[in-house]
């Protein structure tokens, strides 16, 4: 087999992205044919089917969804070789994945100072769970994230980035938590399951032989803390969140036991898919 060509996997990553090879071609502003025939020499060359069609749209076969995720990388390394040759500089996109709070109370100044350092560099977030992000990250959908243990660590590369304090925030209306024993049958408010911080309360209430009523399932701190303010049920917040929201007055806030109330953010990358980007932004965190 040839080496891989990367004019052709442009080619097939735009055919990917629009759906089709008419509008491949008026995106790459080629003629239609080229784009066939080229599209036909890259399936030719690698001896695999990269689309089926469905529903007047071509769509990835299973080893085209495969070579997607690595035509992904090759381009955008490519760009990254030639501009830090060109210009002596880093540019490009900087995908990473981040918990809804470490967005909300850590990124803002680390970001900021990114920025300032490597403007050329484009950063997009993506939020979700700890261990969502880490699945993306292997899958290479992400070139890293922010996550908080417990997560799958499987295959990644990992370094410390902050120590979180969390707690338990309940109604005002309760009387305040003293043991995990008065939480039985209460509801639990949290983020979705593979949440870090739900594994934890979860792992408390366990210890402890405490069956929560329910889970109430959020997608956003603000969204959690107004439910526990109502009297709806408990949930685990990082101090720092609460610190950004300001809304610690609406609600009880009681230290969790042990070590149940310490949570340690790691940033995690895949070891073969270690950018420049993504070195400068650990260095950033050596920084703070």
């Known amino acids: ?56 749209r071509l769509v990835l076969s299973d080893q085209g969804r495969v070579l997607l995720s690595y035509a992904d990388r090759l381009l955008r390394l490519s760009d990254e070789a030639q501009a830090a040759v060109r210009e002596g500089s880093l540019r490009g996109v900087l995908r990473i994945g981040t918990m809804e709070s470490t967005a909300a109370a850590r990124l803002p100044p680390i970001l900021a100072a990114y920025h300032a350092s490597w403007p050329r560099v484009r950063i997009e977030l993506v939020t979700g769970t700890s261990a969502a992000l880490a699945a993306k990250v292997r899958n290479y959908d992400i070139e890293a994230a922010f996550v908080a243990r417990p997560f799958p660590a499987e295959g990644l590369a990992a370094m410390d980035a902050f120590q979180e304090e969390l707690a338990l925030i309940s109604p005002m209306a309760w009387d305040p938590v003293r043991s995990a024993k008065e939480l039985g049958n209460r509801s639990v408010i949290a983020f979705a399951a593979g949440c870090s911080y739900r594994r934890i309360l979860e792992s408390w209430l366990n210890q402890e032989g405490v069956t929560p009523g329910n889970v109430m399932e959020f997608a956003s701190y603000h969204a959690i803390v107004a439910c526990v303010a109502a009297g709806s049920g408990v949930a685990i917040v990082p101090r720092s969140v609460l610190a950004v929201l300001g809304t610690a007055h609406s609600v009880r806030v009681c230290a969790l036991p042990g070590p149940h109330g310490q949570a340690l953010t790691q940033l995690v990358w895949r070891a073969d898919d270690d950018t420049p980007a993504l070195q400068a932004l650990r260095q950033e965190l050596k920084a703070v």
Do not use: W, Y
């Open 1 to 56: 087999m040839r080496n891989l060509d990367l004019d052709a996997l442009q080619i097939f990553k735009a055919v990917a992205d629009q759906g089709g090879v008419a509008r491949a071609a008026a995106h790459l502003n080629r003629v239609q044919s080229n784009v066939s025939t080229r599209l036909k020499q890259l399936e030719a060359s690698l001896d695999a089917p990269l689309f089926r069609r469905q529903n007047r």
